[in-house]
């Protein structure tokens, strides 16, 4: 798989251009630092080759081809739409990825509840460089100096209040983390689940809804039908992009998804990499998206 297509496959993974645990090397290679089961460890992925250190990095070489999306199965898709044609063009063969990890998916989506997406990484950047660990990076020329691991699910239930307060996450998204991360095990065992019973696993958890457990699914199970719903701005990007309707709703955006059923979130995820939006009526209070639970 080209460079390229790496970065586009794992490219959800990354919460904004300064991540603490994702960076882009000057070469294209692609570094995660991730929290497994084994422990913290680097995984860097360049053109055909992947490296890992750390107690985890075993752990992630083994599941590098879920990581790419090898048990993707793309083949059967099909465009109903223009767009979707040539956006499937333009990305053949376009994978989803698995990490198969879910707190690390699910923390960073309970985050982004409610608040802009730029505030929602401001705070993910704050409490991994706080109360996370820094990845194992090797002494090499081109390795990224600050790489961090997110905290394990201890931690995160050990964080004060006024710690949630500077990193700017209310008591509502605090709270649901910590709920999240005192059953992390049990949650943990959604990422081996079919889709509607990891859904169900997770939203169990009160403060995690249909938002945030299909965000989480897209990433940790490679979900192809794991649609979004309840966030402000995606109904009106797919709305504009299949019917020119950049005002829809869900409902909306149900119906014209409704001939992608069971690949609904690739679907997506192809009109997403066309950069069509919606033209702004009016200048915006902050940029970024709103969600639902």
Not at 85 to 103: F, I
Not at 184 to 197: Q, T
Not at 224 to 253: S, Y
Not at 282 to 287: D, F
Request: proline residues 9%; glycine residues 10%; hydrophobic residues 40%.
């Amino acid at each position: 798989m080209a460079g390229r297509f790496q970065r586009v496959v794992l490219g959800p993974l990354r919460r904004g251009g300064a991540d603490p645990a994702y960076r882009v090397g000057a070469d294209g290679a692609v570094w995660r630092a991730s929290r497994t089961p084994e422990g913290p460890g680097t995984l860097r992925v360049a053109g055909d080759s992947a490296r890992a250190w750390g107690p985890g990095a075993q752990w992630l070489l083994d599941r590098l081809p879920d990581l790419l999306g090898e048990r993707d199965e793309p083949d059967g898709f099909v465009a109903h739409h223009r767009v979707v044609a040539q956006a499937q063009h333009r990305n053949p063969g376009l994978r989803l990825c698995r990490t198969g990890l879910v707190l690390e998916s699910l923390i960073p989506s309970v985050l982004e509840q409610k608040v802009t997406t730029v505030e929602a990484y401001r705070s993910w950047r704050h409490l991994l460089r706080k109360f996370g660990e820094p990845a194992p990076v090797p002494d090499v020329a081109g390795a990224p100096s600050d790489l961090y691991v997110m905290p394990d699910a201890r931690a995160w239930t050990r964080i004060p209040s006024w710690e949630w307060h500077l990193a700017n996450v209310d008591a509502k998204r605090s709270d649901t983390v910590v709920r999240a991360a005192r059953v992390a095990a049990r949650l943990e065992e959604a990422a081996g689940m079919p889709y509607e019973k990891a859904k169900a696993r997770l939203e169990l958890v009160p403060g995690i809804g249909p938002w945030t457990s299909a965000e989480t699914l897209q990433r940790s199970n490679g979900a192809p039908d794991a649609l979004t719903l309840g966030d402000l701005h995606l109904p009106g990007i797919v709305g504009h992009a299949l019917a020119g309707k950049r005002d829809a709703t869900d409902a909306d955006m149900l119906e014209l998804l409704a001939p992608y059923a069971g690949q609904r979130h690739r679907a997506v995820r192809l009109i997403m990499l066309t950069g069509l939006t919606p033209p702004c009526r009016a200048p915006r209070m902050a940029p970024g998206r709103f969600s639902h639970l």
